[in-house]
Antibody, heavy 117, light 109 residues
Framework: QVQLQESGPGLVKSSETLSLTCAVSGYSISSGYYWGWIRQPPGKGLEWIGSIYHSGSTYYNPSLKSRVTISVDTSKNQFSLKLSSVTAADTAVYYC??????????WGQGTLVTVSS | EIVLTQSPATLSLSPGERATLSCRASQSVSSYLAWYQQKPGQAPRLLIYDASNRATGIPARFSGSGSGTDFTLTISSLEPEDFAVYYCQQRSNWPPSFTFGPGTKVDIK
């Protein structure tokens, strides 16, 4: 059974870059599927951030595209998120997930990232 | 950009009752729509994909229907563990992107 685990700093200063990693177990990223990041501000709904294929091809939420970079490291079986120039509006629980076609089939437990001023 | 709206925002029901949740898309998404369940402190769980297909391990009391712009998630008889927030989600082909609805909270009456 595929499992995903997010990791990274829980506190990031405003204007800096948020960096998270999603470690995948139970499945080799290089075997296929798209992988993605989704976030959820406290008490609010879900927002897709971006997705990446094992080959490295990416697509991002147009509203975040200028600040987002998603990359994959197949040797470590993980993929990563970088979000630059963060503000308080980027405070959220960040989830990584594996897509099944158009849908998010498997999710990590999520990690809360707080942006401080 | 395709926008999803969900109604009602909150649905107050008792265990054993039938729940009917609605999701409407601002333009046709064919049958490319999913439903997720989220409980407090947990990640969302995929319930329904392609509008009407139950994901692996999802009980038969959950069913989805609809196509085009109007979709429904039905829980035939609410169990205590079904009280949660439900989100719909679709994928746009161009530009490739995913959007979620704002959610419907099903709480205990």
């Amino acid at each position: 059974q595929v499992q995903l685990q997010e990791s990274g700093p829980g506190l990031v200063k405003s204007s800096e870059t948020l960096s998270l990693t999603c470690a995948v177990s139970g499945y080799s990223i290089s075997s296929g599927y798209y992988w993605g990041w989704i976030r959820q501000p406290p008490g609010k709904g879900l927002e897709w951030i971006g997705s990446i294929y094992h080959s490295g091809s990416t697509y991002y939420n147009p509203s975040l595209k200028s600040r987002v970079t998603i990359s994959v490291d197949t040797s470590k079986n993980q993929f990563s998120l970088k979000l630059s120039s963060v503000t308080a509006a980027d405070t959220a629980v960040y989830y990584c997930a594996r897509l099944l076609a158009e849908y998010f089939q498997h999710w990590g437990q999520g990690t809360l990232v707080t942006v401080s001023s | 950009e395709i926008v999803l709206t969900q109604s009602p925002a909150t649905l107050s029901l008792s265990p054993g009752e039938r729940a009917t949740l609605s999701c409407r898309a601002s333009q046709s998404v064919s049958s490319y729509l999913a439903w997720y369940q989220q409980k407090p402190g947990q990640a969302p769980r995929l319930l329904i994909y392609d509008a009407s297909n139950r994901a692996t391990g999802i009980p038969a009391r959950f069913s989805g229907s609809g196509s085009g712009t109007d979709f429904t998630l039905t829980i035939s008889s609410l169990e205590p563990e079904d009280f949660a927030v439900y989100y719909c989600q679709q994928r746009s082909n161009w530009p490739p992107s995913f959007t979620f609805g704002p959610g419907t909270k099903v709480d205990i009456k």
